[in-house]
Every structure is written in C-alpha cells, then in structure tokens.
C-alpha cells in the first residue's frame, strides 16, 4: 500500500518536472525569437540618426538603437506622421518601400545576437504602425 503511494508521489513529481522543462523552452524558445533585448530610452533625434549605422565601427555593435526604438513605439510618437515627417525625425531609412520604411537597430533579437530592424508602416500615406522584426542575418 505504501509503494503505491510513493509511486504516485514519484510520477506527480516526474510530471512536474517535465512540466517545468517544457515551460522553460517554450519561455526561451518565444525570447530567441521575438523579444527585443533592450531597455526603453528616450528617443533622441539627433542620436538616433548618428547611429544610422549601427555596424559602422563594429561587427557586434549591440542593441544600439533598440532602446530608442521601443520609445518610439510606447509613444506612438510618429504614428500619423507623413513620410517627409519621419525622414526629419528619423533620418533616411536603410531600405523602404511604398507602404513600409525600414531603419537598422542593431542587434536586438535572439538574446543579442541577431540584426533587429524597425519597421515603419504607412497606410494612406501616414504611419499606422511600428514594430520590432529580426533582420536577415
């Protein structure tokens, strides 16, 4: 009677260290690809297009726009702004198209380790939407 007991207890804990393992991975698996590994700063014209290349002086830069980049995005400080408005503030972008703009953070993603761009989207002719995307390696 006692062993099936313990073996009970034995299986529960097996479970819940499967448990904690899975939970772990899924955790890790979501901040390798989609967090962004930087601290909000407030965003800075000026040192933001300084930084228009962030590969300039090294080929591991960090998150070197990042921070300013989340600013950007909690304060919604460019959504309904005209293209013209955005080159002022932002600087040229690293590549565009009609409906998107795209600017180098860094490396942002991936625990630091991967190139991270923002993404500026237009609709109508002004932004409706920032985000945060991995860039190609």
């Not at 299986?11 to 901040?31: D, G, H, K, P, Q």
């Not at 998107?100 to 490396?107: E, I, K, P, T």
């Amino acid at each position: 009677m006692w062993f099936q007991s313990v073996f009970k207890i034995f299986l529960s804990l097996v479970a819940l260290i499967i448990f904690i393992i899975l939970l772990f991975i899924a955790s890790m698996t979501w901040a390798y690809y989609f967090e962004v590994s930087a601290v909000r700063e407030r965003f800075n014209s000026a040192a933001w297009i300084k930084q228009e290349n962030p590969y300039s002086e090294s080929f591991d830069p960090g998150c070197v726009r990042g921070g300013m980049a989340l600013d950007l995005i909690k304060t919604d400080l460019i959504i309904n702004h005209n293209a013209e408005q955005v080159v002022a503030l932002l600087g040229k972008p690293k590549a565009s198209e009609k409906s998107d703009f795209s600017y180098a953070l860094g490396q942002c993603s991936g625990f630091g380790w991967l190139n991270s761009i923002l993404v500026v989207k237009f609709e109508n002719d002004l932004v409706t939407q920032l985000s945060i995307e991995r860039g190609a390696p």
